[in-house]
């Protein structure tokens, strides 16, 4: 029941892009992402519906495919404030699972 | 404030004791969630409250694990004969209905 994130970490020098997908075996209401900085709790992103919808703020935008139980955020000319842990959390029925998270290390 | 809050920030407590955890959601937010976070892990889903229905029980790991929500706003999560790997942090997020949570700065539980 728990989404699959990948990848499991990935390293940016400052100005690069990434791509973070999360996919699940069962259908799905919508979509969550949140970033979680060392020792904080995490804070959400945006939240997608389904209907295939992307959406973005900044330089961070997502995306959600229904048909495919997937969903992928896209991080543009990444900041250093970008680093964290990102995790998708997807909703199927009542209750969320979240994915195990994708350590994301910006560097300048 | 309006964040969720959590107490305590830390409880230190010997194997085989029982501890109280409590989350104070967001004024409003019909929906109330706990998660457990073990180090450099992922979100552990636990319970979910939403309203007045039945909470989704599915996440806890064991009998040991209760959670109440009491008139629909304050809950507590009750770990009863603690064992060392229940040590985490064990994270409350409140939200409406099918909308984004906010999550609380958790509470560090330590089983000694």
Known sequence: ?108 | GAGVSQSPSNKVTEKGKDVELRCDPISGHTALYWYRQSLGQGLEFLIYFQGNSAPDKSGLPSDRFSAERTGGSVSTLTIQRTQQEDSAVYLCASSLARRKQFFGPGTRLTVL
């Open chain 1, 1 to 108: 029941q728990q989404p699959v994130q990948s990848p499991q970490a990935v390293i940016l020098r400052e100005g690069e892009d990434a791509v973070i997908n999360c996919s699940s075996s069962k259908a799905l209401y919508s979509v969550h992402w949140y970033r979680q900085k060392h020792g904080e709790a995490p804070v959400f992103l945006m939240i997608l519906l389904k209907g295939g919808e992307q959406k973005g703020h900044d330089k961070i935008s997502a995306s959600f495919n229904e048909k495919k139980q997937q969903s992928s955020l896209y991080l543009t000319a990444s900041q250093l404030s970008y680093s964290g842990t990102y995790f998708c959390g997807t909703e199927g029925g009542n209750d969320m699972r979240f994915g195990a998270g994708t350590r994301l290390t910006v560097k300048p």
